[in-house]
């Protein structure tokens, strides 16, 4: 049974792996930019607001699912100003194996739910144009406003998806 729980800075090291074995596998990245030493330092950052991605505003949250408590997917989101939006959905990862089995859907409506309880529902999310996964940004009710960005004009809209 997959689990759902926010993470913190002693799920770096999971998440870290998580991001390097998910570029690993969908073969988009060299291996360079899936090093696990340097999506560590990264995330590290990233949750002790000492990195912080362009327009980033506070709060930020990370949430992960793990099955017998091993990490196999997270999301990352925060406030933000990029593209006049409100917030921005920074990373989400999960890995093959798990993909397809509503994983990240779950994940993609934990930080939604996070984003309208803090008022926020324009949210945007970077995305390289090789990928494949542009597909699930759109089934989830995103736009693209430019080859490198989508946007959710409401959020809230995953909220309100059937399963």
Not at 16 to 40: H, W
């Amino acid at each position: 049974m997959i689990e759902f729980r926010e993470a913190g800075l002693e799920d770096v090291d999971e998440i870290a792996r998580v991001e390097s074995d998910t570029k690993r596998e969908s073969d988009l990245a060299e291996p360079a930019i899936y090093d696990v030493q340097r999506l560590r330092g990264r995330w590290e950052g990233y949750v002790r607001r000492l990195r912080h991605p362009q327009h980033a505003e506070e709060p930020r949250v990370l949430f992960a699912a793990t099955m017998n408590e091993e990490m196999v997917g997270f999301i990352a989101g925060h406030f933000s100003r990029r593209y006049e939006t409100e917030g921005e959905l920074q990373s989400i990862h999960v890995l093959k194996g798990f993909q397809g089995r509503g994983v990240g859907a779950e994940l993609l409506r934990r930080l939604a739910a996070w984003f309208v309880a803090h008022q926020r529902r324009t949210i945007c999310v970077g995305i390289d144009p090789a990928s494949p996964y542009k597909r699930f940004y759109e089934k989830h009710g995103a736009r693209t406003i430019n080859q490198h960005w989508l946007v959710w004009d409401d959020i809230a809209c995953v909220l309100e998806e059937q399963e």
